[in-house]
């Protein structure tokens, strides 16, 4: 969710709607137990009878579309495993989730399973929010290899011959101080600031072993001050362990709140990555940064 606000528009994101706000104090309860292990973390749970209509026709649309449509899911699979055989990743299953999603405690429809709540994002013309009105949940998507034609309008975008559009990454979207997770084990490689307004405020990069003969760097941008205090560089993570925090307008560089998680087949030399990239270096960058629902799983 790349958006770039004053802190009157982005309090209005985060709001979100009624439910989402009796839940967030509950959550951040969790946040703060959770600074040191992974074991006594779980998922918000929220009843359907306590989701709007909004937000029940967005839980419907993903549920449909996404989790239970098996030729959806069968296709997503099979691109993502014939495009990156070279990685040696045969599944996503085995890998811990970047971020919690809320779990819906659903009707009989869905045979009354916990499953996953997040909105889908649709960034590529639009500029959101644009009326204080909008009710946005907290806990989105925002797609990878997306051209987004009106979201980049800092400097930082507008270098070279041609503006950088293209998202290289996913967004996680997800409430200030939401713990962010290392999806296997790894090791800090880099941790700073990136200072510019627009660029990633805290950035983590984890080198991870997939396998023997295979690595994966992940970046993890838009973090807390104390997310780069918590993972230095060199300090071994475990699979599910915390690698840091969503951050907060004044740190993440400017941004609403959520996490750019992006692969790279290759280390950067410090903690950043081209998040975004112009429509000429596409192709190229493709083939540097990896599908992240290689590991996410199929959440579009």
Known sequence: MKLFFGARQIAVAIAGSAVALLLLPAYHVLQQRSTTTTRRIRPLLIDWENLTIQEREEFVFVQESIHNNSTHQKQVYSHLWKEYSDLGITSSSSFHPVVLFPQVKTTAKYKH????????LNLTLTRMPQKEEEQWFPFSVGKYNEARFHLYETDLFATGSSPRIVHMGID?????????????????????????????????VVEHWIHRKRKLWALCGHLSNASIVH??????????????????????GGWLPHVHFQLSISPPDTHDMAGVVSLEDRDMALKQYPDPRIVLGVLY
Do not use: C, M
């Open 113 to 120: 399973k916990l499953l996953p709540f997040y909105r889908v």
């Open 172 to 204: 996680l979207g997800a409430p200030v101080g939401t713990p962010v997770f290392a999806f296997t084990d790894g090791i800090v490689l880099h941790s700073g600031y990136n200072p510019a307004k627009g660029d990633y405020g805290n950035a983590i």
């Open 231 to 252: 993972s230095y560089v060199g300090k071994h993570i475990q699979r599910g362990e915390i690698v840091g925090w969503i951050g907060n307008v004044h740190e993440n």
